[in-house]
């Protein structure tokens, strides 16, 4: 009898023992992965030149060369950045983490098994092992399984919609750089072809100052200019340093890399009447507007998830048991949960404060929007009639000064009058450029703030339906 029931209890054993390695097949080993330690700046020019490739509504396939040895002009820029650029690259992962949360929305709720065996003790006489196995499952699940897919179709819209909206700034930053670097260089320029000329007179007044020709105050002035011309140089070359490597890591390059940058003649201004328009539909347009009204709709989502979840959890099974008196059993169960006290509705609180708390944050967004749009165009007209008056009465200064500049040398003017028109001529030239550069910075601005890229949305076009590819040129 003994041998009987040990048999009987290896085979229940052996039963239990198949059934939990039937379902641990189904489970995912671990597989350790290194941090990666190395740097992801490209150290060399090769590596920067891409076919990009765009396939347009008509079936054309629009190509994109993109080769630094010639210089990078605002379009080739933005391409580069877009592709390389570090904190892209990691917004990217987000994408993936999106996915696989859509993926776990989607799966049914597992079964749940259960077994048990009980074994007599004291007076067995006439008693068996006794054992059960069970298998329910939850419905509640199923019920909300469709609202909670739908909380995650719109989570990954708005994941890349944010991710279109970043690299749309990414592409701003970097043409905003490459202007100020190479507006900075012609500004560089400028001040060193001057501090060349001051330093030649100085040279020549200090000739003539021990020669008793000219008196102090004629060596000092040009000693002024001198000084006044270097301190400049110093300062631009400090904040032309930072915009460098700004612009290496935007562009995910390595600082030693030199680029050269090819500039329109100026910047296409936006008129009122075509950013009225732009504001009409900016809704419907720009990424992070659209992003935001995903993630409102998928807070949407997960209301209803909640407002389903306070139905009972409801739960079913069937088992099947035998007792210690060897008696077989087969019987059906329902495991309901009373909704008295609670019932969900602290969840349902908070997603409806939550929705409300995104209805906000949107509507704060827009409000920012329509003000800063409006700030960048009257900045636009504010820019643009300060270099209207410069382009009108800058070259008349000019004029001026080389005609007093004959006359200093006839000793017809004196030192410090020319040296205060002769430096006010420079520095115009300098506030010349850099209102140039205002007007490239702040029109991109406007741009973007607009959703209008223009053709320097080629590296994004992913994200609008229509196919895009960017390959390493053939070397």
């Not at 209890?9 to 239990?16: F, G």
């Not at 202007?179 to 001051?198: A, D, G, M, Q």
């Not at 330093?199 to 000092?220: E, F, M, P, Q």
């Not at 209207?388 to 040398?409: D, H, N």
């Amino acid at each position: 009898m003994r041998g009987v029931r040990k048999e009987k209890q290896r085979h229940s054993l052996l039963l239990v023992s198949c059934t939990a390695a039937l379902f641990l097949t189904g489970c995912t080993s671990y597989q350790a992965r290194p941090l990666q330690e190395n740097s992801m700046l490209l150290k060399n020019l090769p590596e920067l030149q891409y076919t990009i490739e765009k396939k347009q509504s008509a079936g054309l396939l629009q190509q994109h060369e993109i080769n630094p040895a010639d210089g990078l002009d605002l379009t080739e820029t933005a391409i580069i950045a877009v592709l390389n650029n570090p904190d892209l690259q990691a917004e990217r992962a987000k994408q993936k983490v999106a996915g696989a949360q859509l993926f776990a929305a989607g799966l049914l709720p597992d079964p749940q098994l259960t077994a048990n065996l009980d074994f007599p003790t004291g007076d067995t006489i006439g008693t068996v092992n006794a054992w059960g196995l069970g298998l329910g499952y939850d419905i509640i699940p199923l019920i909300t399984r469709q609202a909670r897919i739908d909380a995650e179709q719109q989570v990954q819209n708005q994941v890349n919609l944010s991710l279109l909206w970043k690299e749309w700034q990414v592409m701003q930053q970097a043409r905003s750089l490459a202007i100020r670097s190479t507006l900075e260089l012609n500004r560089l320029e400028l001040l060193h072809k001057t501090r060349e000329l001051y330093l030649h007179r100085y040279d020549n007044s200090s000739k003539a100052l021990k020669a008793g020709d000219i008196t102090l105050d004629v060596n000092g002035t040009d000693l002024t200019a001198v000084l006044d011309t270097c301190s400049q140089i110093n300062k631009l070359e400090q904040a032309h340093n930072e915009t460098r490597h700004q612009l290496s890591l935007v562009l995910g390059l390595a600082p030693n890399i030199d680029l050269q940058f090819t500039l329109p003649p100026e910047p296409d201004l936006l008129s009122r009447e075509a950013v009225e328009k732009g504001l009409e539909t900016i809704q419907q347009r720009r990424p992070d507007l659209l992003a935001l009204q995903a993630g409102y709709r998928s807070q949407e989502a997960k209301v209803r998830t909640a407002i389903l979840s306070q139905f009972p959890s409801l739960s079913i099974g069937i088992s099947r048991t035998k007792d210690t008196g060897a008696l077989y059993t087969t019987g059906f169960g329902i495991s309901l949960n009373l909704p008295i006290f609670s019932g969900g509705k602290g969840a349902i609180a908070i997603e409806r404060a939550t929705r409300e708390q995104l209805q906000q944050e949107y509507q704060a967004r827009l409000s920012q929007t329509l003000t800063d749009v409006n700030r960048l165009l009257e900045l636009q007209e504010i820019i643009d009639a300060q270099q209207a008056l410069l382009k009108k009465y800058l070259p008349q200064l000019q004029i001026i000064v080389e005609k007093t500049r004959e006359a200093y040398k006839n000793s017809d003017i004196d030192a410090l009058t020319f040296f205060n028109m002769e430096y006010t001529w420079v520095l115009k030239r300098l506030e010349e450029i850099a209102l140039e550069q205002a007007q490239w910075e702040n029109s991109l601005a406007l741009q973007v703030m607009l959703a209008l890229p223009g053709e320097d949305c080629l590296p994004v076009v992913k994200y609008s339906g229509e196919e895009f590819a960017a390959k390493k040129s053939v070397q």
